[in-house]
């Protein structure tokens, strides 16, 4: 786990001070690697590699940027899990290493650009290829591992952080078109930025420098072809067995490795499994709650629970007022630039916890994703029951659920009646893409706190649908459409948060959900056993209940680590939040408008968040952006 850049200049003519400012781009991430650093630079100096050293794999011969047999060089960030067994099948390479670092060396040398396939784990990598004059970069199938990319005046810059690179732009502006797409989902499409100039490397593609120009492919894609051949019995067999040998490999580890234990599902089950392999070693789990009079925010019981019942140690912190006052300016600087929900904030507190015992965690992200965890799918279903019971379409077996057997799991929707009365308001029985859209689409709360007109029109519906109705997805599903517009669109976003908190601690997450494996079987299972009488991953539930207390397998109050932002800014925060936003309009921003509506948002909106972190972002880099220009004067 590390932090890579790059320069290279793409006519192949000598790059002034590239050293130099290699070792800038390493200052700037210097967090991610706080055991090591280097820097290679070709000899005719159009190209050079930078690298921040996180040891996890290898911690005394494992540095980077490493050199291959044949002269290939390699900065690389992540962990491949499945390094053993292709070392062991790739035995024509000479190591002289024991890292994983050098096995992705040798399965390009073997393989080339194929050798992505190969490779089980999380990653961003760029190789050299002095033989073909070419730099071959490639990012894991999820999204894990960050890799950003500008070309300036004929150079290619990358790194793993996109404020590594605004040193080298001529300017720091805002991307109009990704500003309103977060402002609608809280998260970008296809690959944008908040920063003009900076794109991302889009999860499970490559990108190939060649001939002065930069070529990017896809390498995988997760279909979902469903297997009616088999019974619920058999999916769950077969979900035991893949989800166990993917927290089995990813306990390998030089160093300690503990897990986030929110009270959820999700990471309770990896806590669970991850505590039966790890040879002897005692589990450490880390938890962060908000206390209140009603402890309306606080899961810490089940965390409890479990580290009870299985017998490891439960480190917790509580998280205050005062806490998100005196951190948010650093999660907002941490985060490169505003994505997801609030849940960030926390996780920052948790990450530096867990960073105070151990150097590698384990969490539960991807699982809701995968096999169907989030509430809305229940409210969306719910909508489709009544149309076809008023159509009486309902048992014509386009239904996964009926409105008869859905209704024991509406309870679960007790704290969404807000969004069940926005939802229903307009639109009732549109199209499946349009009522999703709704479902997302947090721009309806914005009203005049938004210069819409300065910020312009841009497709924002187009884009989503290009991928809610993909062409890998079965047009019938509903649920295998819901849970794959979230899978390529906010599970990589929770994963940019996931990355950046614990990497701003110098603290490496793994994710034992986002195996391909596990997530291509996934695809295969029909929506009525995944989906079954409404109940959200029930075949997670059914499979791995067994590793779980019965009070977590049977939660109805699913939280997902929401923050008391509303009800602080009505009292500890006000002041502090007044002050933010008494300051002058930003041509995007109304400010006036945001304190005048701040009382008027209920418990568990995402506007003020929202709002508060452009805000905050605005003047992290966009007002300090001769600071970065300083960098490389």
Request: aromatic share 14%.
């Amino acid at each position: 786990m590390c932090g890579i850049a790059g320069i290279f200049k793409l006519d192949h003519s000598s790059y002034r001070d590239l050293d130099r400012h290699l070792q800038v781009m390493n200052k700037i991430q210097a967090y991610r690697g706080p055991d090591g650093e280097g820097t290679w630079t070709h000899k005719n100096n159009f190209i050079g590699l930078a690298h921040r050293r996180l040891s996890i794999i290898d911690l005394r011969t494992g540095a980077q940027p490493m050199m291959g047999n044949n002269g290939n060089i390699i900065c690389y960030n992540g962990e491949i899990y499945n390094y053993i067994e292709l070392k062991e099948e790739l035995t024509d390479y000479q190591y002289r290493t024991t890292s994983d670092t050098e096995v992705i060396l040798a399965a390009y040398q073997k393989w080339g650009s194929g050798c992505v396939a190969h490779l089980k784990g999380m990653f961003s990598f760029a190789i050299w290829d002095e033989a073909k004059k070419q730099l071959f970069c490639a990012r894991d199938r999820f999204g894990i591992k960050p890799f950003y990319y500008a070309i300036q005046d004929g150079v290619f810059y990358f790194a793993s952080e996109s404020k590594t690179l605004l040193p080298f732009l001529k300017e720091v502006t805002i991307n109009l078109e990704a500003l309103k797409e977060y402002l609608v989902f809280q998260f970008y499409l296809n690959g944008k930025t908040l920063f003009g100039g900076i794109n991302e490397l889009l999860p499970a593609h490559q990108l190939t420098v060649k001939d002065g120009k930069p070529r990017i492919e896809r390498y995988w894609e997760v279909y979902y072809n469903l297997d009616f051949n088999h019974p619920a019995a058999y999916f769950e067999e077969k979900l035991r067995f893949l989800l166990t040998a993917s927290v089995q490999e990813q306990v390998r580890s030089d160093v300690p490795v503990g897990a986030y234990l929110s009270g959820g599902i999700d990471s309770s089950l990896i806590a669970s499994l991850s505590s039966q392999y790890l040879k002897g070693q005692e589990l450490q789990a880390f938890h962060g709650r908000f206390l209140s009079p009603d402890n309306a925010y606080d899961e810490s019981k089940y965390a409890a629970l479990l580290a009870a019942e299985k017998g490891f140690t439960l480190h917790q912190v509580d998280i205050t007022s005062r806490d998100f006052a005196e951190v948010i300016q650093k999660v907002i600087y941490h985060l490169d630039y505003p994505i997801a929900g609030p849940g960030s904030f926390p996780q920052f507190m948790v990450s530096k916890l867990a960073a105070s015992h151990r150097k590698v965690v384990l969490g539960g992200q991807g699982g809701d994703e995968v096999f169907g965890g989030y509430v809305r799918y229940l409210i969306a279903y719910f909508e489709q029951c009544i149309k076809g019971a008023i159509d009486g379409t309902l048992h014509n077996g386009n239904f996964v659920v009926t409105y008869e057997s859905i209704i024991p799991n509406l309870p679960m929707l007790s704290n969404y009646k807000p969004l069940l009365q926005e939802f229903w308001q307009e639109g009732l029985f549109e199209s499946l893409d349009k009522r999703y859209f709704r479902l997302v689409n947090r721009a309806t709360h914005l009203g005049k706190e938004i210069n819409w007109q300065a910020i312009g029109e841009f497709p924002v519906f187009e884009t989503f649908q290009g991928v809610f109705n993909g062409n890998n997805v079965g047009k019938e599903s509903y649920f295998d459409k819901m849970t794959h517009f979230d899978f390529k669109t906010l599970l990589p976003a929770l994963l940019h948060v996931e990355d950046r908190m614990s990497m701003a601690h110098g603290l490496e997450s793994r994710v034992p959900f986002l195996d391909h494996e596990v997530v291509e079987f996934a695809a295969t299972i029909p929506a009525d056993i995944k989906f079954k009488d409404g109940k959200l991953k029930m075949i997670l539930l059914d499979s791995m209940k067994s590793h779980l207390p019965e009070g977590i397998v049977n939660r109805k109050d699913k939280m997902g680590f929401p923050v008391p932002l509303i009800e602080w800014s009505d009292h500890e925060l006000k002041d502090f939040i007044f002050d933010i936003f008494n300051t002058p309009d930003r041509f995007f921003l109304n400010k006036k408008e945001i304190i005048k509506n701040i009382s008027k948002e209920p418990k568990f909106g995402r506007k003020l968040w929202g709002l508060l972190s452009l805000e905050l972002w605005c003047r992290e880099f966009i007002d300090k952006q001769q600071h970065y220009k300083k960098m490389i004067a």
